[in-house]
């Protein structure tokens, strides 16, 4: 798939999903003869988890280094190897990394749901807009 079939399913601008490419954490699979950028389903994939690693605060290094240790295959060009014991320990560490982000990522959504709340009662109210929606 082209490039903005990609960005239409990833909700990723075609700008950010060039950036990636230029910064190695996704590469296309192929060009076509025109010179278009090729996507395959685990290029999508891979997108995915860059995604899902953002909001965690982790560095483009750490995302390089993530997707290594999550797809060995794909560095290797084969089938995934297990883990070695040093590659085991520091997927922990970055296991831990995440789950002490998502804590605190609760502890802001806790914090900026109160707020919202605040605002509704100010408006006389307290049915959150998502519920009102639906």
Known sequence: ???GE???????SLRTIRYY???G???????SQGG????TEP????????????????QLEEMRELLELLEPERAGG??????RKEQRERLREFTDTAEYRCTELRAKLESA???????????????PSAARAG
Request: without cysteine; aromatic residues 6%.
């Open 1 to 3: 798939m082209q490039i």
């Open 25 to 31: 954490l996704v590469t296309p699979s192929a060009r």
């Open 43 to 58: 290029d999508v994939a891979r997108l995915q988890l860059v995604m899902r690693m953002k909001p965690l605060g982790f």
């Open 78 to 83: 084969g089938r995934a190897p297990r883990l």
């Open 21 to 23: 490419e230029e910064v």
């Open 6 to 12: 990609v960005a239409a399913r990833t909700g990723l």
């Open 36 to 39: 278009f950028r090729l996507y």
């Open 113 to 127: 749901e109160g707020f919202a709340a605040t605002l509704r009662a100010a408006l006389g109210d307290e049915t």
